[in-house]
Every structure is written in structure tokens, then in C-alpha cells.
């Protein structure tokens, strides 16, 4: 099995850090979706504004509400409006990982979808 990308939100902006709360990343549902992404799943999570990476999951928040909320331990690795990158993987056999293309979603400041790449779901 070859581990790929299989999702990816790039330039995502951080609308909340909660410091006292279980754990995880709430991220917009209707982003998820759009990116393939399911709610629970192991993410990696790269800040570009600091340089930090740290691996947690994804929990949902409210569809339209464009929310990218570092909770826990997690919230003290970025700050509100640090653009980050949301990356999830999955295992592919090399006959799947041959053809397999990621779904990409690249944000604008407001965390609207600017463009896409790859698979339409």
C-alpha cells in the first residue's frame, strides 16, 4: 500500500484558537466535503505564517460558516488569521495509486474557494 494525498485545503485562514477544549480542528463541513475530508479523520496541519506542523483530526463545524478553529494543545501552535494548509492521506494499491488525484481547494482570505484541482465530488 503507498500512502497519498487523497485531500487538501491550502490557505486556509484560522478563525479561532480555544485553548480549553478536548482536542482537534473544527473545519467548515461544507469544506470537507468539497475536499474530501471526513469528519474524524487524521489531518495534517501546516502553518505557513510560523512554520509549525502538527497532526490532529477533523471535527465539523457549522456548513457556510468557513470556521478553521485549532482547539486544545493545538491552539497553541497558531494564532487567528495564520493561513494554514489541511492535508489528509490514504492508502492506495499501485494499481489505484497510478490514476489517483488528490482534491485540492485553494482559499481566499474570507476562506472562500478560489480554485480547485483535481476530482469534482
Known amino acids: 500500500m503507498i500512502n497519498l494525498l487523497s485531500g487538501k485545503i491550502h490557505k486556509a485562514r484560522l478563525t479561532e484558537c480555544v485553548l480549553h477544549y478536548e482536542?482537534?480542528?473544527?473545519?467548515?463541513?461544507?469544506?470537507?466535503?468539497?475536499?474530501g475530508i471526513l469528519p474524524y479523520e487524521r489531518i495534517?496541519?501546516?502553518n505557513i505564517t510560523n512554520g509549525e506542523r502538527l497532526e490532529t483530526y477533523a471535527i465539523p463545524a457549522a456548513r457556510g460558516s468557513r470556521a478553521?478553529?485549532?482547539n486544545g494543545a493545538a491552539a497553541r501552535r497558531g494564532q487567528v488569521r495564520d493561513v494554514v494548509t489541511v492535508m489528509s492521506f490514504?492508502?492506495?494499491?499501485a494499481d489505484e495509486a497510478a490514476s489517483h488525484?488528490?482534491?485540492?481547494?485553494i482559499l481566499d482570505e474570507r476562506n472562500e474557494i478560489e480554485q480547485t484541482k483535481?476530482?469534482?465530488p
Do not use: H, Y
Open 23 to 35: 482536542g482537534s480542528m473544527a473545519i467548515d463541513l461544507d469544506l470537507l466535503d468539497k475536499a
Open 44 to 46: 495534517l496541519i501546516v
Open 68 to 70: 478553521f478553529i485549532l
Open 90 to 93: 490514504r492508502q492506495f494499491t
Open 101 to 105: 488525484q488528490p482534491r485540492i481547494l
Open 118 to 120: 483535481g476530482p469534482v
